[in-house]
Each structure stands twice: as C-alpha cells, then as structure tokens.
C-alpha cells in the first residue's frame, strides 16, 4: 500500500469551478476498484491551496487510476484552473494508516 500526497494552488478567481470539478474528481476517483481512499482538504489559512489525500493498496490500482476517462478528463479541466503545475509526493505507510 501506498499514499499520494498532491498540494494544488488555485487561481483565485478559479476557486468555484475548482471546487466543483474537484468534487466531481473525488467521486469519480472513490468508485475505483482500486482506490482506497481519496480525500480533498482545503487549508484554512489560505482556501486556494489545496491538498489531495490518495491511497492505493498496488501500483496497478494506480496505472488504472490514470488510465480512468475521469483522470483524463481531469488532466484536461484543471492546469487552466491552477497556479503552477501540482506537487505530488509518494509515501509509504509506517504507522497508523491501515487499508
């Protein structure tokens, strides 16, 4: 098992139409047979930066992940909506986090 962590920065003036294509995004993503978990955060001191919380029990539930028509519809609707590309960083679970 593994977890992806995302950071997002949105443009501020795109910050609904984010919010509404994340959403969609979120649910689409949590009908995965192969997606453990998906969570969308928002920070509080600043609501234009955004986390995504991923979880994947094996490489393939990501290679399906990605190869989803929703994740390339996604790809498509939110680089206009974003301040730089994303940051995503993979880890490993140690402690507390179970499948």
Known sequence: MFIL???????????????????????????????????????????????ILEAFPTDEGVVAHQQSEHYKRWGQVAPPLIVEPRIRVRYRPIVGVEG
Do not use: Y
């Not at 995004?25 to 995965?32: D, I, L, N, P, V």
């Open 5 to 51: 962590h995302v950071n997002i920065n949105v443009k501020p003036e795109c910050l609904d139409e984010f919010m509404k294509e994340i959403t969609w995004f979120a649910e689409e993503c949590r009908k995965e047979p192969g997606c453990l978990r998906f969570d969308v955060l928002q920070e509080l001191e600043d609501p234009t930066k955004f986390m």
